[in-house]
Every structure is written in C-alpha cells, then in structure tokens.
C-alpha cells in the first residue's frame, strides 16, 4: 500500500492522497496523519466556517414542536 499524506484541496477540505501524488502535484502536505490506527485513508474532511449552523444541529433553546416540524 502506498505512503499516505494529508493535504487540503482547493475547496478546503481535508484529503489523503498518495505521497506520490502529492509531489508530482506540488502540493505541500500537512503535518497531521493521514491513515487511521487500521492504516487505511482517513475520510475527506470538508470545511465548515466558523459560526456555520449545522443543518441537523437544533439550537439547545428550539422547542421540542420546532424540532418536530419539517
């Protein structure tokens, strides 16, 4: 299996490529692991703005019918 290393992409997120990849990309990698403790890939870790609302988080002062609605 080849090295792994993370990097960002153009969108933000958070990516394992190959390390081989990575350098005929020119892409700088980012020092944190890529691979989970099984050494598989970790997933892709999109980018969500500070202060960006989770769409499946209810607000701790929503009532009980407004979590329930739609």
Known sequence: MPEFVRV???NGAEVSIPASLAE???VKPLPK???GND???L???LRV???AAS???IHPEASAS???EG
């Open 24 to 26: 005929a990309a020119g």
């Open 66 to 68: 407004d979590a329930q």
């Open 33 to 35: 692991p890529a691979t």
């Open 39 to 41: 050494g598989l890939p």
């Open 55 to 57: 769409a499946d988080h």
């Open 8 to 10: 960002r992409a153009e």
């Open 43 to 45: 997933p892709t870790k």
């Open 49 to 51: 703005p500070k202060g």
